[in-house]
Nanobody
Framework: QVQLVESGGGLVQAGGSLRLSCAAS????????MGWFRQAPGKEREFVAA?????????YYADSVKGRFTISRDNAKNTVYLQMNNLKIEDTAVYYC?????????????????WGQGTQVTVSS
């Protein structure tokens, strides 16, 4: 049974930091591109960041989070992380972890095979 479970969301003041975690049961974990998406109230789900399955760990970021967010993975723990720094009010959203078995890293949600249930991130002033 495939499961992706996000954790680490919560309430933080603008300018603060949070680290999200996603524990994945997909096997082998190292063969999957892992991505983070988010969806704010009344808006479409949008791409946030992705990290490739390759050992080099190539990363991709949405322009809105470049320089503030960092995606990483620990293949030994089957876990992907999203370190979020200098958070802004507009970062408030439900954040979703996703896994993609495709050979090419994608920023499109429809290319991802498995999804977590989401974790709420709320940034206050």
């Amino acid at each position: 049974q495939v499961q992706l479970v996000e954790s680490g969301g919560g309430l933080v003041q603008a300018g603060g930091s949070l680290r999200l975690s996603c524990a994945a049961s997909v096997r082998p974990f190292s063969a999957y591109t892992m991505g983070w998406f988010r969806q704010a109230p009344g808006k479409e789900r949008e791409f946030v960041a992705a990290i490739s399955w390759r050992s080099a760990g190539s990363t991709y970021y949405a322009d809105s989070v470049k320089g503030r967010f960092t995606i990483s993975r620990d293949n030994a723990k089957n876990t992907v992380y999203l370190q979020m720094n200098n958070l802004k009010i507009e970062d408030t959203a439900v954040y979703y972890c996703a896994a993609d078995s495709g050979l090419i890293t994608s920023t499109a949600s429809y290319d991802y095979d498995y999804w977590g249930q989401g974790t709420q991130v709320t940034v206050s002033s």
